[in-house]
């Protein structure tokens, strides 16, 4: 599964991290994010691929589309998140 601009702005939110963590941990520029993020932007698979794996890395799990639709939750809580 692809992540979208809403997959992603929903995980870093749920990991609680702003976009310069989330910068630096994948190595994509903040406002390369800040671009993906609002729509503005595909930043190409590699980048968004990078964006998945930090992201997962902190704490999110992302759903395949099943009757529900795609998703995003977390693997810890809230507590161990941060």
């Known amino acids: 599964m692809e992540i979208t601009d809403p997959l992603c702005r929903a995980a870093r939110s749920m990991v609680q991290w702003p976009r310069a963590q989330l910068a630096a941990?994948?190595?994509?520029a903040?406002?390369?994010i800040r671009a993906f993020e609002t729509g503005d932007v595909?930043?190409?698979?590699e980048?968004?691929?990078a964006l998945r794996q930090a992201l997962e890395g902190a704490g999110a799990v992302f759903?395949?589309?099943d009757d529900l639709g795609i998703g995003v939750r977390l693997r810890?809580?809230?507590k161990d998140v941060k």
Request: glycine letters at 4%.
């Open 47 to 49: 980048a968004k691929a």
């Open 76 to 78: 810890f809580t809230r």
């Open 42 to 45: 595909d930043p190409g698979d």
């Open 30 to 32: 903040k406002s390369a």
């Open 63 to 65: 759903l395949d589309e």
């Open 25 to 28: 941990t994948s190595e994509i």
